[in-house]
């Protein structure tokens, strides 16, 4: 600026000098006269650079701003080394606002931005997902009109966001975890995480802690009864007497010691590392072993047959595959009433190994099926314990086929009995030493 005003007062002392030299020479009239010449050829220069200026500053351009000359120069140089600065600085905010985006984008967290008035600035593709809000559409509506649940919009009222609002929605049938983040100017930031699975989680291990109180009650229950009994004299018990309640609180322990061997064995199966593959467990002889093992837990109430397609060896860990399977056999033979039919069944199917142990037992409604390899989970809890069931084995089951890749299905309808299938994958299957012909027993 001090350069313009230089140029300024010298433009005019220059004007002055040249009419102060033409004085002498040709009088005060040409004097006065070629200073006003020189003072208006300035001004047009002025005129016709601002001129420029007015009709860039209509479409303002970086690239179209105008050189101008004498002072017009310095000025517009000034103009043109704010503008690029400008330029950079929007560029660089540009680059951090996408930079922003695309990691907001990216997080697994929905994300909202609310100003001052909690309406919806921006939203991430997670936001959209939790909300329902589209980020275009719905820009600039407040976020209480798309999201009305009463204990959001009373956490929002009331401005306290030192802790997280846990919400359930039914429209996802999930649970969201929400949180408030104010920053600049009465600007908010929504954070939204889908804690649905950690909800279940914690759903589970409260009902197991539960479920094992619960299992664990009666029998300690029944023991503390018999031995109350057993140890007040003033009771008359005769050696018959004694040895039935002997008998009771026998069975009792067993059952607590089943339930807390199958609890091991569940927990051990969670936490332990994949199966090993170096055992190649034949098929033909395992389903051949389960099959005497059922006759024996039968002791001829049921028929109980095998029919063995695609002989071959199995890759994984014999011991887990010998517990579940007998699992699947042994509660067909707990729940088919005497007289009915048991079974087993090996083939491949399209490359999969396939165990099936069909009964013709009372069958299972449709609404229990997906629930039945829960922990503890009983279609008739009666018969249930009148069997000696501890609620674990499906539970068991289930994480011994998923540890060796596999799954298990189940058909089944109340009246028709039902099928249990425990499918393997065909990396797991090798075929076996030798040749062996289709074989089916009954």
Do not use: C
Request: charged residues 25%; hydrophobic residues 45%.
């Amino acid at each position: 600026m001090n350069t313009v005003w230089a140029k300024t007062l010298a433009g005019a002392l220059l004007a002055g000098f040249a009419a102060l030299l033409v004085w002498p020479l040709a009088g005060a009239a040409w004097a006065f006269a070629t200073l006003a010449a020189l003072l208006g050829i300035g001004v047009l220069r002025h005129a016709a650079n601002l001129a420029a200026l007015s009709n860039w500053l209509r479409q303002p351009a970086l690239e179209g701003l105008p050189e101008g000359d004498g002072i017009w120069e310095d000025v517009l140089a000034d103009l043109h080394g704010h503008l690029k600065r400008r330029n950079t600085e929007h560029e660089d905010a540009v680059r951090v606002l996408a930079r922003f985006r695309a990691a907001a984008r990216a997080l697994p967290d929905g994300v909202l931005l609310l100003d001052a008035e909690n309406r919806i600035a921006w939203a991430n593709p997670t936001a959209r997902q939790h909300f329902g809000v589209d980020a275009r559409r719905d820009a600039g509506q407040p976020v209480v009109h798309l999201l009305r649940h009463p204990d959001f919009v009373a956490y929002l009222e009331n401005g306290a966001f030192d802790a997280p609002l846990t919400l359930r929605t039914a429209e996802r049938d999930g649970v969201l975890s929400l949180r408030v983040i104010e920053f600049g100017a009465d600007q908010k930031l929504l954070s939204s995480r889908d804690v649905t699975l950690e909800a279940r989680i914690e759903t589970m291990r409260r009902d197991f802690v539960a479920n094992v109180s619960h299992e664990l009650k009666t029998p300690v229950t029944v023991l503390a009864g018999f031995v109350e009994t057993l140890a007040d004299d003033s009771l008359p018990l005769d050696a018959d007497r004694r040895k039935h309640f002997l008998g009771l609180m026998a069975e009792e322990a067993r059952r607590m010691q089943r339930l807390i061997e199958d609890l091991l064995a569940l927990s051990a199966l969670e936490t332990g590392h994949a199966p090993r593959d170096e055992d190649l467990v034949d098929m033909r002889t395992l389903v051949e072993v389960l099959a005497e093992e059922a006759r024996a837990l039968s002791a001829g109430r049921h028929r109980i047959g095998t029919e063995i397609v695609g002989a071959a060896r199995l890759a994984g860990d014999a011991r887990e595959l010998h517990s579940a399977l007998s699992n699947l056999v042994s509660n067909a033979v707990r729940y088919t009433p005497e007289g009915g039919s048991i079974a087993l069944a090996w083939r491949i199917d399209d490359g999969h190994g396939v165990f099936s142990v069909a009964d013709t037992g009372p069958g299972i409604e449709a609404r229990h099926i997906p629930r039945l390899t829960e922990r503890f989970y009983r279609v008739d809890k009666s018969r249930s314990r009148e069997t000696g069931g501890t609620g674990l084995g499906l539970a068991i089951v289930n994480q011994v086929l998923t540890r060796h890749g596999g799954n298990l299905e189940i058909e089944s309808s109340p009246g028709h009995g039902s099928t249990f299938r425990a499918v393997f994958p065909p990396a797991r299957i090798a075929p076996p030493d030798e040749a062996y012909p289709d074989q089916t027993t009954s």
